[in-house]
């Protein structure tokens, strides 16, 4: 079983940075992908950013290219979401999951275990 706890969300201007942390439990972490996900208001969820289990391998949404970085401490069971130049259209609930497997994927369904989630709100 897997928990999964993030943190670091809270409001921002355009252009801002804001950085997410995601505390796991489990013994197991340190072999699987990690991915960050968001849901805007009245939107499905989105894939935001994946990791594979040693950090050799990440894959990002095209909307955040260039601006977010996710990335991975196996030794503290955490992962990160750097998020530079935010803009109003990445306000949304920022979930943390882990993946069934080492290597990343896109697709919700590769994640059995998500968190509760964080707010993340960018004003223009």
């Known amino acids: 079983q897997v928990q999964l706890v993030e943190s670091g969300g809270g409001l921002v201007q355009a252009g801002g940075s804001l950085r997410l942390s995601c505390a796991a439990s489990?013994?197991?972490?340190?072999?699987?992908?990690m991915g960050w996900f968001r849901q805007a208001p009245g939107k499905e969820r989105e894939f935001v950013a994946a990791i594979s289990w040693n950090g050799g391998r990440t894959d990002y949404a095209d909307s955040v290219k260039g601006r977010f970085t996710i990335s991975r401490d196996n030794a503290k069971n955490a992962v990160y979401l750097q998020m530079n130049s935010l803009k109003p259209e990445d306000t949304a609930v920022y979930y943390c999951?882990?993946?069934?497997?080492?290597?990343?994927?896109?697709?919700?369904?590769?994640?059995?275990?998500w968190g509760q989630g964080t707010q993340v709100t960018v004003s223009s």
């Open positions: 489990g013994r197991a972490f340190s072999t699987l992908t």
């Open positions: 999951a882990t993946a069934a497997g080492p290597m990343p994927c896109s697709g919700d369904g590769c994640y059995p275990y």
